[in-house]
């Protein structure tokens, strides 16, 4: 079975700019969450989808924004980028959200 | 508060045994995770255990969980130089937030 995907691997932005980075879930599963990692502050969570409902969202400002198709594939978007979103973004599916969490790769997002 | 505590370092020689602390808050988290990151790389689920046992073993992880003084611990039997990599315990929590919350990782060192 794949595991959980996430495009692309890396990007490099502008502050100001906008990104958009994809999840697709294991098959079958779907919940999709999404974390923020930097050295910083850790791993916090940003938000989680659940058919197509985000079910709950982080502490985090309104430039981050997600959602979910109908096949559990997911994307979030960061509009006006600065400099403090560099960090890794990782998504990780499951059946309900509240059972066992498998994690993608990450995004690793620079913003120069 | 939402603090998962976990200490920031370990230090072992290959083929001895590791252990890697976590304290936690929930009393009624639901799972507790142990998850591996390598450099550049995503989380990998190592193992995981319900709020209601105790132990768990799994070939060369032992997974302890003492509910009265919220501590979960991990044990790596035989140590490998592969083990080397950052370890992060983070609860489910059972408010049906969606969410895991995460220690900030213990960066294990495995020496020749």
């Known amino acids: 079975k794949a595991g959980v995907t996430q495009t692309p691997r890396y990007l490099i932005k502008t502050r100001g700019q906008q990104v958009t980075l994809s999840c697709s879930p294991i098959?079958?599963?779907?919940?999709v969450s999404w974390y923020q990692q930097t050295p910083g502050q850790g791993l916090q969570f940003l938000f989680e989808?659940?058919?197509?409902?985000?079910?709950n969202k982080g502490n985090f400002p309104g430039r981050f924004s997600g959602r979910q198709f109908s096949n559990s594939r997911s994307e979030m978007n960061v509009s006006t980028l600065e400099l403090g979103d560099s960090a890794l973004y990782l998504c990780?599916?499951?059946?309900?959200?509240?059972?066992?969490?498998?994690f993608g790769p990450g995004t690793r997002l620079t913003v120069l | 508060g939402e603090d998962v505590e976990q200490s920031l370092f370990l230090s072992v020689r290959e083929g001895d045994s590791s252990v890697i602390n976590c304290t936690y808050t929930d009393s009624s988290s639901t799972y507790l995770y142990w998850y591996k990151q390598e450099p550049g790389a995503g989380l990998q689920l190592l193992t995981y255990i319900f709020s209601n046992m105790d132990m768990k073993q799994d070939q060369r992880l032992t997974v302890l969980l003492n509910k009265k003084d919220k501590h979960l611990s991990l044990r790596i039997a035989d140590t490998q130089t592969g083990d080397s990599a950052i370890y992060f315990c983070a609860e489910s929590k059972a408010d049906s937030s969606y969410k895991l919350i995460f220690g900030s990782g213990t960066r294990l060192l495995v020496r020749p």
């Open positions: 989808y659940f058919s197509e409902t985000q079910r």
């Open positions: 098959s079958g599963h779907r919940s």
């Open positions: 990780a599916s499951s059946f309900s959200g509240l059972d066992t969490q498998y």
